[in-house]
């Protein structure tokens, strides 16, 4: 099962929009809709921030949306702030024996 | 609160074997899949393998790379879920961490993580 597709590195000013992508296949993220997101800031354990396609837990700001178009899925963060620095890393559940699979992760840096 | 903290990493050999546990607290082990995940030095995340809760009958499962060589399992009387890995290789080198389900495929707590060095 390889890992699905994520841009190594994404950048903004604060304020501005940015989207990462996550790109699978039809085995994964274009067979259902178990995608998540997860913020990783650095030295510090994953946190939830979307689940399936684009629901957010409590206690996330409404800044994080997620969508899903065929094979594609994407994390928007709008109003970027200096906190938003991390790691994002999506995750989908697959078919086959591999249950789950996570994507490649994506740097987001606020200049 | 919910709590997952690991314990048993170390330093092995090529081919060896380690046993990892993870103690819960603050839910009930068996109501929820439960999941062991890695992360080597400056790489990404990785799943390890799966355990479902008990209302689906345990089932487990395994990502491609450890197949056959671990075994995810859990102590309920003991709130502790456990990694057996057996045959370590190098690339197996990393932090391994347990992480609970919420629901859906989606982790919603994470642990610390315990490290794994696979070293001649």
């Known amino acids: 099962q390889s890992a699905l597709t994520q841009p190594p590195s994404v950048s903004g000013s604060p304020g501005q929009s940015v989207t990462i992508s996550c790109t699978g296949s039809s085995s994964d993220v274009g067979s259902n809709n178990r995608v998540s997101w997860y913020q990783q800031p650095p030295g510090t354990a994953p946190k939830l921030l979307i689940y399936e396609v684009s629901n957010r837990p409590s206690g996330v700001p409404d800044r994080f949306s997620g969508s899903k178009s065929g094979n594609t899925a994407s994390l928007t963060i709008s109003g970027l702030q200096g906190e938003d620095e991390a790691d994002y890393y999506c995750s989908s559940k697959t078919g086959g024996n591999s249950l789950f699979v996570f994507g490649t992760g994506t740097k987001v840096t606020v200049l | 609160q919910v709590q997952l903290v690991e314990s048993g990493g170390g330093v092995v050999q090529p081919g060896g074997s380690l046993r990892l546990s993870c103690a819960t607290s603050?839910?009930?082990?068996?109501?929820?899949?439960m999941h062991w995940l890695r992360q080597a030095p400056g790489k990404g995340l990785e799943w390890v393998a799966f355990?479902?809760?008990?209302?689906?009958?345990?089932?487990?499962n395994y990502s491609d790379s450890v197949n056959g060589r671990f075994t995810i399992s859990r102590d309920t009387s003991k709130n502790t879920l456990c990694l057996q890995m057996n045959s370590l290789r190098f690339e197996d080198t990393a932090v391994y961490s347990c992480?609970?389900?919420?629901?859906?495929?989606?982790?919603?707590?994470w642990g610390q993580g315990t490290l794994v060095t696979v070293s001649s």
């Open positions: 603050g839910f009930t082990l068996s109501r929820y899949g």
């Open positions: 992480a609970r389900d919420g629901s859906g495929y989606a982790i919603d707590h």
């Open positions: 355990l479902t809760n008990d209302g689906d009958g345990s089932h487990t």
